[in-house]
């Protein structure tokens, strides 16, 4: 095993043990790569916190995490921004024309993953739009 | 004797009085430098305060944030003038130029710090950096963020407060 390896053994052993589908634990130019796709957004708080008790503030830069909560089309996701509403956009991008917004806590329904960062979603109320997965959290 | 000795002491004191009302640069400077950080909007300017002169530094994102950040440094007490050596980010080239990897996660990178203003972060051969400051409870939050991203390495140099 590697030092790598050896230093982050006690994430790499809950993700092994999570349920985590497609997990990949690969290296590449001294960063140890962790990918894969969990059963839920608790697991996948579970694994930053080890990451972060291995490694304080993530300081080192010797790991890329991400590890994202499985979720096909159709799953319900939950808004979950810190109290504000989450913007709708035309496209996966910041840049792109906000063409509504859905509120805190609200449920939204996921169409496509474009990316593992913009999601393709509908409001209960028909608009279709792209928002930030970090604030989706699939139910 | 007694006379000259009570004018000297009153001397001395209006002379103390007279420098204690003129606010020193250090203190004019913080007080700029917390104006900045009530308008967000129009962050990256930096002043520096020599003899009541604040020399402002930085990049903002329009000419409408260059003159209102000189407005607001003009306001501060103790300022005696500005010197806006403030500079505009040039526009974002069209979207159409921008499609390779690098473009991509540099978008990806403008994405995950929107809403965290404080931090700054460059992309360089699939690594990003991060300078700046942020809150312990939004570094993980970024950091998630970020790995979406693929990216090879994250150098973490953010002041955690």
């Known amino acids: 095993m590697s030092a790598l390896q050896d230093k982050y053994k006690q994430l790499i052993d809950a993700a092994n043990t999570s349920g985590a589908s497609n997990l990949q634990v690969s290296e590449q130019g001294n960063v140890l790569h962790i990918d894969g796709e969990v059963p839920d957004g608790a697991t996948k708080d579970k694994l930053w916190d080890i990451y972060n008790k291995i490694d304080p503030d993530y300081r080192t830069g010797d790991l890329a995490l991400n590890v994202n909560v499985a979720a096909g089309a159709g799953t319900k996701a939950k808004v979950t921004t810190d109290s504000t509403n989450l913007n709708i956009r035309k496209g996966p991008g910041t840049d792109q024309p906000v063409v509504a917004k859905a509120a805190h806590n609200e449920i939204v329904t996921l169409l496509s993953k474009p990316n593992d960062q913009w999601w393709l979603i509908k409001t209960d109320s028909g608009v279709e739009g792209y928002a930030y997965a970090q604030y989706l959290s699939p139910q | ?161």
Do not use: W, Y
């Open chain 2, 1 to 161: 004797m007694k006379i000259s000795k009570i004018l000297l002491a009153a001397f001395i004191t209006s002379a103390v009085s007279f420098i204690g009302c003129k606010p020193k640069d250090s203190t004019v400077q913080k007080n700029i430098t917390e104006k900045f950080a009530a308008t967000p909007e129009c962050a990256g300017a930096t002043a520096t305060v020599n003899d009541g002169v604040a020399t402002l530094t930085g990049e903002v994102k329009d000419d409408m944030c260059k003159s209102t950040t000189e407005t607001t440094a003009k306001d501060v007490k103790g300022v005696k003038s500005v010197v806006n050596n403030l500079t505009v980010t040039p526009p974002a080239a069209p979207a159409a130029a921008t499609a390779s990897p690098e473009n991509a996660m540099s978008q990806g990178v403008t994405d995950a710090t929107k809403d965290f203003p404080t931090v700054t972060a460059t992309v360089n051969n699939g690594e990003i950096t991060l300078t700046g400051s942020i809150k312990r409870s939004d570094l993980t939050k970024l950091m998630q963020s970020l790995n979406t991203l693929h990216p090879s390495k994250i150098n973490n140099q953010l002041t955690i407060k």
